[in-house]
């Protein structure tokens, strides 16, 4: 059976960026291949520690997988939700993966780049983690990663690994992850998720803005995550299309919907193809939120922690022993056992 991974850190409450773009979409496939293929749902704490932690990370860790229940992931023999730092072999392949990696291709990810501009100096883990995705990644011989497309250096850093490992000591101890371009015909989507700040649609949208009418964070009040969208900044051109080059605004506008209702974006497109009220627009999106915010929500407040902590137990045993194998060859092809 083929693997299917992904996760979420676990810094503060998560967006409806987050949501739409990471969370639905990947329970959506989840949901779909776990009779073909083990379902691998994480929370990367160990991730989230490289940078400020807004509350407790335990609580946040907890709410996270909440979220992916709440979201409709259904758990089974074949879906498994486990934390990273709890199986320790993530950190130990890291080391590993470390000494086959170089400074040239760590200091090109852009993600590194953007999170150390304009500091005087920043942690180690800032550089380094994505060897530690690769870690993730390949422990579990993961082909496919639904990731957004800020991650998909990351995804090719990954495959770089796998084949240098495999090169280095003429063996197939890896399974490469598929090429960025199968991962987005995986995922359903013409292009990387990327639900954009409803004020500058020219950024993504992110938990870390300032503004506050910029976000719509999952424990908004549904009233309160409608007034946000009527509010989204548009353009003046008058006319609804999906241009996310001239057209941000209305672009992400169109994207939030078809998402909200899983409906085909190319659907959402024709279906207000020609329209030239942008008030019209914002208030189907605007009641599409506040509709799934209010579902999503009901659904969140009927989790329990013992529920989680009893599909942990399961899920972390099942990680524990497939990685523990998996970093078992790669430790005699080192001659380290």
């Given amino acids: 059976m083929k693997t299917i991974l992904t996760g979420i850190r676990s810094n503060s409450v998560l967006t409806l960026g987050n949501y739409l773009g990471a969370l639905l979409p990947m329970v959506r496939l989840a949901n779909k291949h776990s009779g073909e293929a083990h379902v691998n749902i994480f929370v990367p704490d160990l991730h989230s520690i490289i940078s400020e932690v807004d509350g407790d990370l335990q609580e946040n860790t907890l709410r996270t997988l909440k979220y992916w229940l709440a979201a409709g992931l259904?758990?089974?023999?074949?879906?498994?939700?486990?934390?990273?730092?709890?199986?320790?072999?993530?950190?130990?392949?890291?080391?590993?993966?470390?000494?086959?990696?170089?400074?040239?291709?760590?200091?090109?990810?852009?993600?590194?780049?953007?999170?150390s501009e304009g500091k005087a100096s920043c942690n180690v883990g800032i550089f380094d983690y994505p060897v530690l995705m690769a870690a993730d990644i390949l422990l579990y011989s993961a082909e496919y990663v639904p990731l957004g497309e800020d991650q998909f250096q990351h995804i090719e850093l990954a495959r770089n690994l796998a084949i240098r490992f495999n090169h280095k000591f003429d063996s197939e101890v890896f399974v490469v992850p598929a090429k960025t371009a199968e991962q987005v015909k995986f995922m359903g989507v013409s292009d990387g998720i990327r639900i954009r700040d409803l004020l500058n649609p020219e950024k993504k949208m992110s938990k870390s803005t300032a503004a506050e009418n910029s976000k719509i964070m999952l424990d908004d009040e549904p009233e309160k995550a409608a007034k946000k969208?009527?509010?989204a900044t548009t353009d003046?051109?008058?006319?609804?299309?999906?241009?996310?080059?001239?057209?941000?605004?209305?672009?992400?506008?169109?994207?939030?919907?078809?998402?909200?209702?899983?409906?085909?974006l190319e659907e959402i497109i024709t279906r207000w193809a020609g329209e030239t009220r942008y008030g019209e627009l914002k208030r189907k999106v605007a009641e599409s939120v506040s509709r799934e915010l209010t579902e999503f929500q009901a659904r969140l407040s009927e989790i329990s922690d013992e529920q989680v902590y009893a599909l942990l137990e399961v899920g972390e045993k099942y990680a524990n022993h497939v990685a523990n194998a998996k970093l078992l060859e790669v430790q005699k092809a080192f001659g380290l056992r």
């Avoid at 990273?84 to 590194?112: D, F, K, P």
């Fill in 74 to 115: 259904e758990v089974n023999d074949n879906v498994h939700i486990y934390r990273q730092s709890y199986v320790s072999a993530h950190s130990e392949l890291c080391w590993i993966l470390n000494c086959i990696a170089t400074m040239g291709e760590m200091g090109r990810m852009t993600q590194y780049k953007e999170k």
């Fill in 236 to 264: 003046s051109l008058g006319k609804v299309k999906f241009d996310m080059f001239n057209q941000p605004g209305i672009s992400n506008l169109l994207q939030i919907e078809a998402l909200v209702n899983d409906v085909p």
């Fill in 229 to 231: 969208i009527m509010s």
